[in-house]
């Protein structure tokens, strides 16, 4: 510590150290002075920064020929409001001095910011000529874009010409400056973002600048990042003639698979009637009895009757007739995916996908309800679950606006980066689903079926047996801003056997008997998991905080209608006006008719929007979850 220092504390204590659209961010400088000092200011910042960074080859227009490649970036102030602590608003109101000077001792300035719900990046355009400057790379970078030599070159060859022609302003900078413009969008704010290095970054900060009244004196500087995590904006709703309705609608990816020429496991055997009927035995012929021998008269036996022996009846004669004729038979089925539109993912939380066996056929098919037997299964509509896997990929596209002036133009760069996360990866061993146990689908016309088209019939499976499916805690919600764009596609392999697998060890029984169906889930919306709480819609519904001693706090921009998914379905509504709640109201219905109640009643959107307030636990919860890199923590600027 030198002669004096300065300290930037975020109070944390009610956010768990992550913050988010409509939070007030409070916090207190303190300056410790040793010796005396003299000051023009104390200003404290509030920025959000989004970097992105390639490498890229070197061309004939760099004039560097020792250097194959060369790094760009590319800075955007997505969040920035600032204000002036010291000196304080009263005394520069009527003092005329510019410099302030400070005795020895600790000084202490609260300040207090509101997070707005969009970017500002647009707005500010006084901001973004911010220059910078790379010590490792030797290169001058500005906000939107990069300040290289080039550049200087292309500038100062321009502003002669135009002197030269008695034009100075020359349509080819303007056309720069308009694509420049043009480069910047206005979005929801984006969520911190680290781990990937330089190549894609998005910082959140409060800064305090102690701006020396020397210039050879360097100012006193200090930073304390905070963790910034959106809000779920839910534009579910739509607005139609001033009224709130909801439509509920699916998205699904489906795949046929065929079990081709399966034979029954159960076969029943049809006996012809006249088999059933008792046969009559032949009659013997009248053969007149033969005299006893003397053999059987010295035994003393009885004259009786002879009867012929049977004819012999040749075991394989006429057996055909009593067994069926067996057919084999393919078993058509589809494995789907289903998501309520739009399809997302939420960290930590349960999949918010069903997974269903379809069928075409009747589920009678699968049973022997020919046989006066439906509730019992043939077999043949049995197929066995052996493995489940489940991956996200995490996409991360950049771009950087080069500026090569008004000769060659400006030039956009892109990348991407890309991580496969395993989500879940599940072995079963023959998980038994019987396609006879279908049901017909209620809603078709909900995922993409024709209803006037035949049946559809569908079996759920569990979700027990793929509830570990969770995202993990550290990913990032989907967004994009000027310069960074983070989406996701989920795959989901199912394999599938026709058979039971005896040695599940046995790779080569498991590639025989199996079959693999692959659904790709491209633009996966990864959400927050935050929501609106009264807190935070109390923090909206008031003006922007005063700033009677800011600098450059910019426009915030208009706070939108904010509104949650509601639990239940309802097809029709009546009027918004006409719907009025009377819950938890202190007043009786009595002083309501009699004109006594102060205020007006709850309208209907205030009764939906305070049903759908978060509960403060889970609000906190889904805050705590959310934490950076190390490396976010590093080269604030």
Not at 86 to 96: I, T
Not at 129 to 137: C, S, T
Request: aromatic share 10%.
């Amino acid at each position: 510590m030198g002669s004096s220092d300065v300290i930037v504390e975020i109070d944390r204590s009610s956010t768990g150290g992550t913050f988010t659209n409509y939070d007030i961010i409070k916090g207190t400088i303190t300056l410790v002075v040793t010796n005396s000092i003299t000051l023009n200011y104390i200003q404290v910042k509030l920025e959000g920064v989004a970097r992105t960074e390639l490498r890229i080859r070197n061309d004939h227009r760099n004039r560097n020929r020792n250097q194959n490649e060369r790094f760009i970036q590319d800075v955007h102030k997505v969040l920035y409001d600032a204000m002036i602590v010291f000196p304080p608003d009263n005394v520069r109101q009527v003092s005329k001095a510019k410099e302030f000077t400070l005795t020895p001792g600790n000084y202490t300035y609260p300040f207090e910011f509101k997070i707005p719900l969009n970017n500002a990046c647009v707005k500010l355009s006084g901001i973004t000529n911010k220059i910078q400057y790379n010590k490792n790379r030797n290169d001058l970078v500005i906000n939107n874009g990069n300040f290289n030599s080039e550049i200087v070159r292309n500038r100062a060859n321009q502003l002669v010409q135009s002197f030269s022609n008695g034009n100075q302003s020359n349509s080819s900078n303007n056309g720069g400056n308009y694509k420049q413009s043009n480069y910047h969008v206005n979005t929801q704010l984006p969520p911190s973002l680290s781990g990937i290095g330089e190549f894609a970054n998005v910082t959140y900060f409060v800064k305090v600048t102690c701006k020396r009244a020397s210039f050879f004196v360097p100012n006193l500087r200090a930073h304390d990042p905070f963790i910034f995590l959106p809000l779920d904006i839910d534009d579910h709703f739509s607005r139609i003639d001033n009224h709130v309705y909801e439509e509920y609608r699916e998205v699904f990816v489906r795949k046929e698979l065929i079990f081709k020429d399966r034979i029954p496991e159960i076969v029943g055997v049809k006996i012809p009637p006249q088999a059933t009927e008792k046969k009559i035995l032949p009659k013997a012929p009248d053969i007149p009895p033969k005299k006893p021998g003397f053999f059987q008269k010295f035994m003393g036996s009885q004259p009786g009757t002879y009867l012929p022996s049977p004819v012999p009846v040749h075991k394989n004669q006429g057996s055909h007739a009593y067994y069926p004729e067996i057919e084999s038979k393919d078993v058509p089925f589809s494995f789907e995916v289903r998501f309520r539109y739009p399809a997302f993912l939420i960290p930590t939380k349960p999949p918010s996908f069903k997974l269903y066996l379809m069928s075409l056929l009747k589920p009678s098919r699968y049973t022997l309800t020919e046989y006066g037997r439906p509730e019992d299964s043939n077999g043949l509509g049995v197929v066995y679950l052996q493995k489940l896997v489940v991956d996200l990929t995490s996409i991360t596209l950049v771009s950087v606006l080069e500026e090569g002036g008004g000769v060659y133009g400006n030039e956009i760069h892109t990348g991407s980066h890309e991580e496969v996360i395993n989500v879940c990866n599940n072995s079963y061993k023959n998980l038994k689903f019987d396609l006879k146990n279908c049901h017909k689908m209620k809603t078709p016309s909900s995922v993409g079926v024709d209803p006037e088209a035949s049946n559809v019939y569908e079996l759920e499976i569990p979700t027990k047996y793929f509830e570990n499916c969770i995202l993990p805690d550290h990913l990032s919600p989907s967004f994009k801003t000027c310069n960074i764009t983070r989406k996701y596609n989920l795959s989901i392999t199912a394999v599938f056997s026709s058979e039971k697998i005896v040695d599940h060890s046995s790779s080569r029984e498991f590639h025989k008997k199996t079959r693999s169906v692959t659904l790709e889930c491209a633009n996966i919306k990864v959400l927050s998991g935050l929501n609106m709480t009264s807190t935070l819609h109390s923090n909206a519904s008031q003006p922007s905080l005063p700033r009677t001693s800011s600098i450059s706090s910019g426009v915030p921009p208009p706070v939108p209608h904010v509104a949650k998914r509601p639990s239940t379905v309802s097809i029709e509504k009546p009027p918004l006006h006409a719907r009025q709640s009377f819950e938890n109201s202190e007043n009786s219905l009595e002083d309501i008719g009699n004109g006594e109640v102060e205020g007006e009643l709850p309208t209907y959107d205030d009764v939906v929007r305070e049903s759908s307030y978060q509960d403060d636990s889970e609000h906190i919860r889904a805050r705590r979850r959310y934490q950076q890199h190390e490396q976010y923590y590093h080269n604030l600027a």
